[in-house]
């Protein structure tokens, strides 16, 4: 047995020299204490260690930790597994900062098929011009502040959906019915991004809106066949506008050009009238100085090319005036004296 002695058991039990009864039962209430406590030490470490493991967390990407001690925030830890003091000491929130979430306003999506679901009590609103619209409002936002989100208020998503709604029915109220389905959209929905930011900054809710759309503003349903008759030839008007503006920025280049073209066309054609007149000039005076060298000659010339202008290609003969000596009666000019135009030119 375990508990037995080294002695009492060489000596094979009672006899003479061996334990007694009394020494026998210290011994084994001495080692039955010993081997009780190492085992009450064992059993004690196990819990001990499992709540020192309780510690250990993981931080994801895209996530940040917020330790607190005793309800205090004291840090905030990175992507990462991560250690803290166990509980009741310290504990750790985990928010998903890259995680863009959603909130609908005026209408509800159902998860498994994916229909969309009009909510009157949110989507009916009175406009500037006290007009009933039916609205919905898609926004989408992020965490940017993991302290605010969780400690600032009490449910920073339900603060986001409540502003949402505030924020749309301020701005849709502050204009009409018109501006608001037409040219004003994209207007309206960038002040319901703007003011709803300020409401969630305001209530310090930790929250960043990223996106606000409207996705339906409709007059309501009795109506809507003569509001969207409306929205249509306001449509209609602008593409006949944008068509007309189109035009014009075609058509004024061209005529621009044209009359460019048209003005180098004429000082094209005056720098050639100078030169033609110049040229016509010169010529004149060349002509002036040959008739004063020789008037005779000159004028006989003159005479002949004249009359070969005037009938051009035909058989001519010149006669001198009756009663002038001349030694030639006639003059063929087929066979003597013969004007050419060869190219325009004249030889």
Do not use: C
């Amino acid at each position: 047995m375990p508990w037995q002695d080294d002695d009492f058991s060489r000596s094979g039990g009672q006899g003479y020299g061996g334990p007694s009864m009394e020494e026998m039962a210290i011994k084994v209430q001495e080692k039955i204490s010993r081997w009780g406590g190492k085992f009450f030490l064992i059993l004690l470490a196990i819990p001990i260690g499992i709540w020192l493991a309780s510690g250990t967390y993981m931080v994801g990407p895209g996530e940040e930790g917020v330790v607190r001690q005793f309800g205090k925030e004291v840090d905030r830890t990175p992507p990462g597994l991560r250690y803290r003091l166990p509980w009741p000491i310290q504990t750790h929130d985990v928010v998903h900062l890259a995680k863009v979430r959603r909130a609908e306003i005026g209408f509800r999506t159902d998860p498994y098929t994916g229909k969309v679901k009009s909510e009157p009590r949110e989507a009916l609103m009175l406009t500037g011009d006290e007009n009933i619209v039916d609205a919905q409002l898609f926004v989408q936002y992020i965490v940017k502040d993991p302290s605010q989100f969780l400690f600032r208020v009490r449910n920073a998503e339900a603060v986001l959906k409540t502003s949402a709604e505030v924020a749309l029915r301020s701005v849709v109220g502050r204009n009409t019915i018109d501006f608001t389905m037409t040219e004003g959209r994209v207007t309206v929905q960038d002040e319901i991004k703007k003011y709803l930011q300020t409401l969630l900054d305001e209530y310090e809710t930790g929250l960043m809106v990223t996106e606000a759309r409207l996705l339906v503003v409709d007059p309501p349903e009795e109506v809507k066949d003569a509001f969207h008759d409306v929205v249509r030839a306001w449509e209609d008007r602008e593409r006949l506008m944008r068509e007309a503006e189109g035009y014009r920025e075609d058509l004024i280049p061209k005529a621009k050009g044209e009359a460019v073209q048209m003005v180098r066309t004429a000082e094209a054609y005056k720098e050639q009238r100078i030169i033609r007149a110049q040229g016509d000039a010169g010529k004149f005076l060349d002509v002036l100085k040959a008739y004063r060298k020789g008037k005779e000659v000159t004028r006989e010339r003159l005479y002949l090319e004249t009359m070969d202008k005037i009938l051009p290609g035909k058989e001519k003969y010149i006669l001198p005036p009756e009663g002038k000596n001349s030694v030639l009666k006639l003059l063929p000019l087929k066979e003597g004296i013969v004007i050419k135009e060869k190219e325009g030119k004249k030889e």
